[in-house]
């Protein structure tokens, strides 16, 4: 009897092996489920599919044959049946563990599993394609002061206002593609009552647009294109002069580049890093009104309404959410045409008070060699800003 039933379990082995890679759920222990016949284990056949249902008809016939099996055996050798699913251990459930910062305390929790939405009407989710994040805020500073406060000075208001809006690939769906777009324009005007001219003055007015098309090469390396397109909308003025210092596209840059990018986010974003290197890169710089303005200021040449060069850029991005909080980003960019060399660092410091109201600190270190020399900071130029006030943020995923 028991060699019997070691050649019966013998055979079920080999045309188990003999079968489909699809029925391999067959070779995990017996459990019992519930009272059976070989009947009643045949999967229903497929009725009334108006489409080509053969590898569902064969899905289905490599299921029953295993499950067919599976009952042979467990009839013959009982003693195989170890297990009950009824008696079974639960299996443990995954766990995370959050912060609480307010109350300095560390919070387990059992980790539940997305549940995708299901809409009232019952069509399908729509998928985004695009993923749209859309940043504005509203920042001021003001001081007043008597006309006999001790120490003198006078009264102003700072406002600055910036508007932020990115649209990206979707890499869930396109992972060989890389493909991010920024929009950004920002505007700060402050009150000039040292001007007996015009009572504000711009201190901040910048539009910007980036975008970065890539392929994917290996892991977290691209083939990529990028573009880069700067300028301002209004004019600004010397103080107490009608010199102009700027206007729209006087200056103006378009910078495009070709070269690679590494990409680089962990699981939950808390740290996003991409490097964009473009050994082949063209700059054009722009001056609109050569008339107004010394063309020189921005690089150009005397005379000259645009410049041309080609060489080598760079262009470096880095977030990191310290705290849920605290963000910084950094970015550097960097063009070099092997005679003159131009980089922009920028640092911002996000502090969030609650959903409506943050503090951010900016700065903003500039190098450009085609610059006229300074007496003090000669190639270098900075800027920071420190602000407060209203912010609005919107995405879509």
């Not at 003001?142 to 009264?155: E, F, T, V």
């Not at 991005?317 to 910084?328: A, E, L, R």
Request: hydrophobic share 35%; with cysteine; glycine share 4%.
């Amino acid at each position: 009897m028991k060699k019997c039933k070691m050649i019966l379990v013998a055979l079920w082995l080999m045309a188990a092996l003999s079968a489909s890679a699809q029925d391999a759920y067959q070779f995990m222990p017996l459990i019992y489920e519930r009272q059976a016949t070989a009947d009643s284990v045949a999967a229903a056949q497929p009725n009334g599919l108006k489409a080509d249902d053969t590898w569902l008809r064969e899905a289905q016939r490599v299921r029953q044959e295993a499950q067919r099996r599976r009952h042979a055996l467990a009839i013959g050798n009982p003693d195989l049946v170890r297990y009950n699913a009824d008696s079974l251990p639960e299996a443990p459930s995954a766990v995370v563990v959050k912060a609480d910062p307010s109350a300095s305390l560390l919070a387990v929790e059992e980790k539940s599993l997305p549940t995708p939405a299901v809409p009232e009407d019952g069509r399908a989710a729509k998928v985004h394609n695009w993923l749209h994040t859309f940043n504005a805020s509203l920042h001021f500073t003001q001081c007043y002061l008597s006309d006999n406060w001790y120490q003198g000075g006078q009264n102003n208001l700072n406002v600055l206002g910036d508007l932020n809006w990115e649209f990206n690939l979707n890499q869930t769906l396109h992972p060989k593609w890389l493909f991010n777009n920024t929009l950004h324009y920002k505007l700060g005007v402050s009150t000039a009552s040292g001007d007996s001219l015009r009572n504000y003055h711009l201190n901040e007015d910048l539009l910007q647009f980036n975008s970065q098309l890539g392929y994917k090469a290996v892991e977290h390396w691209y083939y990529s294109a990028n573009l880069q397109f700067k300028t301002q909308f209004f004019k600004n003025y010397k103080t107490n002069t009608r010199d102009l210092t700027a206007a729209f596209l006087s200056p103006g840059e378009l910078t495009l580049g070709l070269g690679m990018t590494y990409n680089y986010k962990d699981k939950e974003e808390i740290k996003v890093f991409t490097l964009a290197l473009s050994p082949l890169s063209y700059n054009l710089k722009i001056c609109r009104d050569i008339v107004n303005l010394d063309p020189t200021t921005f690089g150009i040449d005397e005379g000259h309404h645009t410049k041309h060069s080609f060489g080598s850029s760079l262009e470096g991005k880095f977030t990191w959410k310290i705290t849920p909080n605290i963000i910084w980003t950094s970015r550097l960019y960097a063009f070099t045409d092997y005679h003159y060399g131009q980089g922009d660092w920028e640092n911002t410091l996000d502090f969030s008070i609650n959903k409506y109201l943050n503090t951010k600190i900016f700065t903003h270190l500039r190098f450009d060699s085609s610059a006229p020399r300074h007496a003090d900071w000669r190639y270098w130029q900075f800027k920071e800003i420190l602000s407060f006030g209203l912010t609005y943020r919107f995405s879509t995923n």
